[in-house]
Nanobody, 120 residues
Framework: QVQLVESGGGLVQAGGSLRLSCAAS????????MGWFRQAPGKEREFVAA????????TYADSVKGRFTISKDNAKNTVYLQMNSVKPEDTAVYYCAADFMATGRNPDYWGQGTQVTVSS
């Protein structure tokens, strides 16, 4: 069982930056692809970014490409989402997810989420 705990959410002004962290309780994160997903009020949860477990290739939703960066530190068992040039439409609960020996886009485990609110 993998437990994921997100942190770093909060209130930020449009155009600002925020870094989300996700700490994993697992022997080693190196065997997991990791993803970030988000859910805005009244909307379905959607994919944001993912990093593959083996070659560290990354994929992004078109809406965040060029603004968000996902990274993974296996030594710290932590994955990050650097959010730059944020927009009000980025407001959502952000979820970290783990995908065993895969791309990170079809997770097996989920965190509880952290709220990000972008003010205009």
């Amino acid at each position: 069982q993998v437990q994921l705990v997100e942190s770093g959410g909060g209130l930020v002004q449009a155009g600002g930056s925020l870094r989300l962290s996700c700490a994993a309780s697992v022997g080693t994160l190196s065997r997991y692809g990791m993803g970030w997903f988000r859910q805005a009020p009244g909307k379905e949860r959607e994919f944001v970014a993912a990093i593959s477990w083996n070659d560290y290739s990354t994929t992004y939703a078109d809406s965040v490409k060029g603004r968000f960066t996902i990274s993974k530190d296996n030594a710290k068992n932590t994955v990050y989402l650097q959010m730059n040039s944020v927009k009000p439409e980025d407001t959502a609960v952000y979820y970290c997810a783990a995908d065993f020996m895969a791309t990170g886009r079809n997770p097996d485990y989920w965190g509880q989420g952290t709220q990000v609110t972008v003010s205009s």
